[in-house]
């Protein structure tokens, strides 16, 4: 059974930094897609990054320049440094798991509010004052 597992959220103030951790585990492929969310009450959740079986990262758009995305030790890791946080990151952050998704699915899927993505983690909480 596929698992998820994140890591590392926290508070810290405006212009901050994180670093979020990813873990999966429980399937015999070398690598899935992994993917990076967040979500805040009332808004539809949002992409942030991911990582494709062959190693492709995407990142969206609203977090580009800020926002980094790595594969960790593992190949089914996947690490997100958040840079120069601001009140609007402030969300809970998941990770999850494309187990059907290949090298461009998983990179639209950030676009796509996660839909494809079968596998979920709890989420860690990011809060960022000023």
């Known amino acids: 059974q596929v698992r998820v597992v994140e890591s590392g959220g926290g508070s810290v103030q405006v212009g901050g930094s994180l670093r979020l951790s990813c873990a999966a585990s429980g399937y015999t492929y070398s690598s899935y897609c992994l993917g990076w969310f967040r979500q805040t009450p009332g808004k539809e959740r949002e992409g942030v990054a991911s990582?494709?079986?062959?190693?492709?990262?995407t990142i969206a758009d609203s977090v580009k320049g800020r926002f980094t995305a790595f594969r960790g030790s593992g190949d089914n890791t996947l690490l997100l440094k958040l840079n120069s946080l601001q009140p609007e990151d402030t969300a809970i952050y998941y990770c999850a798991v494309c187990t059907t998704c290949g090298d461009s699915a998983c990179s639209a899927g950030i676009t796509a509010s996660g839909r494809d993505f079968n596998v979920w983690g709890q989420g860690t909480q990011v809060t960022v004052s000023s």
């Open positions: 990582i494709s079986p062959i190693g492709t990262i």
